[in-house]
Nanobody, 112 residues
Framework: HVQLVESGGGLVQPGGSLRLSCAASGFTFKSYSMTWVRQAPGKDREAVARIDKDDMTAYADSVKGRFTISRDNGKNTLYLQMNSLEPEDTAVYYC???????WGQGTQVTVS
């Protein structure tokens, strides 16, 4: 069955870095455009980065220049490198297919 399993979240001080990973299984990962979506308490869900099948990337203005999305199709894994973290980045981070077909369970990132 399809699984997206995020890892790498945690507590970090402002200015610090974290690398999120999302292990995919049960579907042809390389054929899907993927995205990282975050949701903070009381706020709308926000797509922060996406990477297409051809490795084209796009970022929300709020994270541009600080976050980098990448993928390793050989390992069926999606990544999000987050640098210069700010308290406003605190949220649960989800990986998902851009079409919304598949979602992970989320990983908590707290910047404080």
């Amino acid at each position: 069955h399809v699984q997206l399993v995020e890892s790498g979240g945690g507590l970090v001080q402002p200015g610090g870095s974290l690398r999120l990973s999302c292990a995919a299984s049960g579907f042809t990962f390389k054929s899907y455009s993927m995205t990282w979506v975050r949701q903070a308490p009381g706020k709308d869900r926000e797509a922060v980065a996406r990477i297409d099948k051809d490795d084209m990337t796009a970022y929300a203005d709020s994270v541009k220049g600080r976050f980098t999305i990448s993928r390793d199709n050989g390992k069926n894994t999606l990544y999000l490198q987050m640098n210069s973290l700010e308290p406003e980045d605190t949220a649960v981070y989800y990986c998902a297919t851009v079409a919304g077909t598949y979602w992970g369970q989320g990983t908590q990132v707290t910047v404080s």
